[in-house]
């Protein structure tokens, strides 16, 4: 095992993306943040457009848990998974509640209590558990589910099989470096498809090399589709907005959703967008109101402001569109 450590390790040296601005702080918060960006989101996108904006905003897990929950969606904008912008700000203000005075909240450095705090799950626990504490212990995001699956030709595993695999595997006199190379090399090497085997330091240990794409076993998935009928409700220029109470997109602002169109409303088009798990189609009316009949009207420019969803943003540009035709 020492010997596969030293190969990663040079490997990591050689070819590791050691510049990435979350593996050059020692701050628990900056990790954290970028651990829970990067969950079902690639790291060029929460690079060039979030990380670096909502630190600059936010600054510290004090500053978060200070900040209203719409300006730290507002914040949040375009990157969905909008539950964990939420879980992150309700954990800043479990862990500055009670503080002493000039005491700055900081994150635990222990598992199980990391655990405990909203949106943080058993892998994101152990990731601010090796990046931030540098505790001994492995990771298991997707890149390095994959590279276990192979070197032990793995189709369908359970995830404790894995977990115990990952822990027998781990460096634990340097989990840092181990688990970031182990990320990358599942990156940049050990790819779902076309994976450059003659390039990977692990390939001596390997048992499903002959035929990598074989592990795991890949579930196919029929993404179902869900239709909806958005009205815009117009009163003196203002557009009609509420406030999401329910699981999905809770707390964003965003058009109504009604059973059956006003007969008083116009159809001004479609717009489509694809969800992990289903895609929206929804069809869009526009309704000219006489009287004031909803409770939060605002302008083009003031919704701008307001934290909305990708979807809400589509059916914006189509009424702006539409009304630029009149």
């Known amino acids: 095992m020492k010997q596969t450590h030293k190969k990663i390790q040079i490997w990591y040296t050689t070819h590791g993306r050691k510049d990435l601005p979350w593996r050059t702080s020692n701050d628990p918060y900056h990790i954290y943040l ?7 989101t690639q790291v060029k996108t929460v690079l060039e457009r979030y990380y670096f904006p909502f630190l600059e905003k936010f600054p510290t897990l004090k500053s978060l848990s200070n900040a209203a929950l719409d300006d730290v969606l507002k914040m949040w904008e375009g990157l969905g998974y ?44 152990h990731a601010v558990a090796a990046f931030a504490f540098n505790q001994p212990v492995p990771i298991m995001e997707a890149n390095v589910k994959r590279i276990l699956c192979r070197l032990n030709k ?13 822990y027998k595997l781990v460096d634990k006199a340097k989990p840092f470096d ?56 117009v009163y003196d220029d203002k557009l009609s907005l509420i406030q999401r109470k ?9 058009f109504e959703s009604i059973e059956v169109p006003l007969c008083a ?4 088009g479609e717009v489509t967008h694809v969800y992990t798990h289903f895609k929206l189609t929804c069809k869009v ?14 302008f083009i420019d003031e919704i701008q402001k307001l934290a909305i969803s990708k979807v809400d943003d589509k059916i914006v540009k189509l009424y702006l569109d539409t009304i630029s035709k009149l």
Request: charged share 25%; net charge neutral.
């Open 34 to 40: 970028s651990e829970v960006m990067l969950q079902q």
């Open 82 to 125: 909008y539950n964990r912008a939420k879980n992150l700000h309700h954990t800043a203000q479990l862990l500055s509640h009670g503080q002493p005075q000039g005491l700055a909240p900081t994150l635990p450095n222990d598992i199980d209590e990391l655990i405990k705090l909203p949106g943080i799950g058993k892998n994101t626990a």
């Open 154 to 166: 793995l189709k369908t595993p359970k995830d404790k099989q894995l977990w115990e695999i990952a």
């Open 178 to 233: 181990y688990n970031q190379a182990m990320m990358d090399i599942g990156a940049t090497i050990c790819l779902p498809k076309n994976p450059i085997c003659d390039l990977c330091p692990l390939t001596h240990l390997c048992k499903g090399k002959e035929d990598p794409t074989l592990y795991p076993t890949k579930k196919k998935r029929i993404v179902p589709t869900r239709e909806e009928n958005i009205l815009i409700s």
């Open 246 to 254: 329910g699981k999905f997109l809770h707390g964003l602002w965003g």
């Open 265 to 268: 409303s116009e159809y001004i």
């Open 285 to 298: 009316y526009v309704y000219y109101e006489l009287d004031k009949e909803q409770e939060k009207y605002f």
